[in-house]
């Protein structure tokens, strides 16, 4: 943001800047060219008089003088001719003769002045040429023609330019300077809302936005503060809770599963269908204490990881899958499901061998109690442009369409698998996983029957520069 605002602070100013000195450039020159133009049309306007004298006395001695010293000190070609165009005084090797002094010549003589148009610029250097006639009204007795030499005024245009060009550059910098100034001014409490805002949204716990910058701001970071310690002390509360019913519970559980198991060796053998549902229960209860607390850990890694953005962890997924499908194949022998795993490449994922290894027990565990015995469970990881995927097919009967959609929701099962031994919480806590690593689970139907589950989790740039 910071940046946008001082590009268009900057934009502005440079406008401004050049709206000032490019007019500015412009009248300076022009003023310098019409001073140019001036004198030398004084100095044409002497010699027309000398020359007119000479016309009527016969005497050109004091003309010859003038424009040969004016052409000395000066180093400006002159040319004066009469009526007839015959040359009466050439210095500085200009001559009547010259196609460009004819042409002058001619006009001159047509009692018309010429003058150079244009104005000059630093850069200007080819000489100008000026014309007068001699005499007045119609009686046009002869003309005078001056080359002009514009280096000294181009000097001068350079000079001035100089000045101006410095100036708006000074005024940029003030500008650039005042602009990072007010940007940052603006801009900083802003980083500062972001990240609270960030740390709030992620469940932990927000630092206070300092108030800074215009009053609007200081306003806005003040309500924010009181917001973010109501809502930081609703979330604490609440995890708190999750983890503390939690552990309060082990114990009473603990004391329970005792008496129970002392309890068996003294039940009828009538009872004892009631005791293996009351341990199914008490064991069911304890699986889904396990999984509140792994679902509490996996949301505050999950929050910790989006605010950090960390992102130099990196495994090879290939090998993390292979050594997890490994560990499982006896508990697949035992339900009657073919587990295999397609052995490939090297994946690198962006997340930590034991993240990985946690998302593929989940995985893992709900295709071998979910496919149901003969069922066979595919599990490869593959590399699909800036994502690491993970990918678990398996033929057994799957999920409808519906229920698709709400695989992954927290305590859902099917209807289908109501009998199976879980807590509803697996996917999800697979979820939180691999959405604090920026990657996502999909859920989608197999062909001809069944599930495939695939986590998408960004590849690490370590791996693919290895």
């Not at 496919?371 to 690491?388: F, N, W």
Request: charged share 20%; glycine share 10%; aromatic share 4%.
């Amino acid at each position: 943001m910071r940046t946008r605002v001082l590009t268009v602070v900057l934009a502005f100013a440079v406008l401004a800047v050049a709206g000032f000195a490019v007019p500015l450039l412009g009248v300076s020159a022009s003023q310098r060219t019409q001073q140019l133009v001036a004198a030398r049309t004084a100095d044409l306007d002497r010699f027309a008089g000398l020359a007119e004298q000479a016309a009527v006395s016969g005497d050109t001695g004091a003309l010859t003088a003038e424009v040969t010293r004016y052409t000395e000190l000066y180093g400006e070609a002159v040319v004066v001719v009469d009526a007839r165009r015959a040359p009466v005084v050439q210095t500085g090797g200009m001559r009547a003769a010259d196609p460009a002094v004819a042409r002058l010549v001619d006009a001159a003589l047509r009692n018309q002045r010429v003058s150079p148009g244009g104005t000059l610029r630093p850069w200007s250097r080819a000489d100008k040429l000026l014309a007068r006639p001699v005499g007045t009204g119609t009686r046009v007795s002869g003309a005078v023609v001056l080359r002009a030499s514009v280096r000294a005024a181009a000097d001068d245009i350079a000079l001035r330019w100089a000045l101006v060009l410095a100036g708006a550059g000074l005024f940029a910098v003030a500008c650039v300077l005042l602009a990072r100034r007010a940007t940052h001014w603006v801009v900083r409490p802003l980083h500062r809302l972001d990240r609270a805002v960030g740390a709030l949204a992620a469940g932990l716990p927000a630092e206070h936005a300092r108030a800074g910058g215009p009053p609007e701001l200081r306003q806005l970071a003040t309500g924010f503060n009181s917001m973010a310690d109501a809502v930081t002390t609703a979330l604490e509360q609440q995890r708190r809770l999750v983890a503390d019913t939690s552990h309060q519970l082990r114990n009473p559980l603990a004391a329970l599963r005792l008496r129970i198991d002392s309890l068996q060796s003294r039940l009828p053998a009538s009872a004892g269908r009631t005791y293996t549902g009351v341990t199914a229960e008490l064991e069911r209860m304890e699986h889904l204490l396990d999984d509140l607390l792994a679902l509490a850990n996996a949301e505050h890694r999950a929050g910790e990881l989006s605010v950090t953005d960390v992102r130099g962890a990196c495994c090879d997924a290939t090998a993390v899958a292979a050594a997890q499908a490994q560990l499982w194949q006896p508990v697949a022998e035992r339900a009657g499901v073919h587990l295999a795993f397609v052995p490939g490449p090297a994946v690198p994922m962006t997340c930590t061998e034991g993240e990985l290894a946690q998302v593929a027990d989940i995985l893992l565990d709900n295709a071998i109690k979910y496919a149901g015995s003969g069922a066979r469970v595919e599990a490869r990881c593959l590399t699909e442009g800036p994502d690491a995927v993970l990918e678990l097919r398996d033929d057994g009967p799957g999920l409808d369409p519906g229920e698709l959609t709400r695989a992954g929701t927290r305590f859902w099962r099917s209807d289908r698998h109501r009998d199976v031994r879980g807590s509803g919480l697996g996917l999800a806590i697979a979820e939180r996983l691999v959405a604090g690593r920026g990657g996502h689970v999909e859920f989608a139907p197999a062909e001809p029957h069944g599930l495939r589950v695939r986590v998408v989790v960004p590849a690490s740039p370590k791996g693919r520069t290895a």
